[in-house]
């Protein structure tokens, strides 16, 4: 299932072209962001939560990175709010703007490209996150980072958490999600053996992130879906950053 959160999940699922796959008929419960602890004020300063129930990465200081799954195609929006600035959604230090624009993915179609940008109606004056150009970080230990629900088919939460989550091969994904599993349009990370840890609704189009080698924390995946949440035997799948930043990049120009 599209991490997206459930109300927009349920209720704009046709106008997204998405369907909810049999298996999410009888979820069971589970913790927030699944396993993870609160995140510390500025600790993650490229956080975005989105108002129709998604999160996202700054991309740049007017354009936020979030997944296509998350919108309803491109073209002139204003509808949605971006908040960022703060880990407490209801802070009254949160900095507010509104859209202008969307991109989705082009060729989008409910698999595989994954991405979509907002343009901002106003810059917001806090870090970007660098996106990956390459596969050189797509391996090794990452953090997730959202609002996401406290237990599948919830709803989001008010404060920011964050979980670490380590590199699932394709091969074992390919495993857990079959076709659905589109290899160099994604990856996964998570505990395949045990789950426990994991995103959840509410927290797609959210980044997956980690340091480079010079310490500066670059964006490898975008919270993408996944069966439940912190399932055994089924990770997270991200939108693979490195295979459209050359697309991600043009689209931003474009804006």
Known sequence: MNRAAVVLAAGALAALGLQLPAAHAEPPTSPPIVGGTLATQGEFPFMISLSMGCGGSLYAEDVVLTAAHC?????ADTSI?????????????????KSTKVVQAPGYNG???DWALIKLAKPIDLPTLKPATDTTYNTGAFTVAGWGA???????????????VPF???????????DDFVPGDEICAGYPDKGGIDACQGDSGGPLFR?????AWIQVGIVSYGEGCARPAKPGVYTEVSTFAAD?????NGL
Do not use: F, H, M
Not at 168 to 178: E, I
Not at 211 to 215: I, N, Q, V, Y
């Open 71 to 75: 919108v309803d195609g491109s073209g």
């Open 81 to 97: 709010t971006a908040t960022a600035g703060v880990v407490d959604l209801k802070s009254p230090d949160a900095v507010r703007v």
């Open 111 to 113: 698999k595989g490209k």
């Open 150 to 164: 406290t237990a599948e088919n919830a709803g989001q939460e008010r404060y920011l958490r964050k979980a670490t």
């Open 168 to 178: 699932v091969s394709d091969a074992t994904c390919g495993k857990a999600y079959g």
């Open 211 to 215: 340091k480079d080698r010079a310490g």
């Open 248 to 252: 991600i990049a043009k689209a931003a």
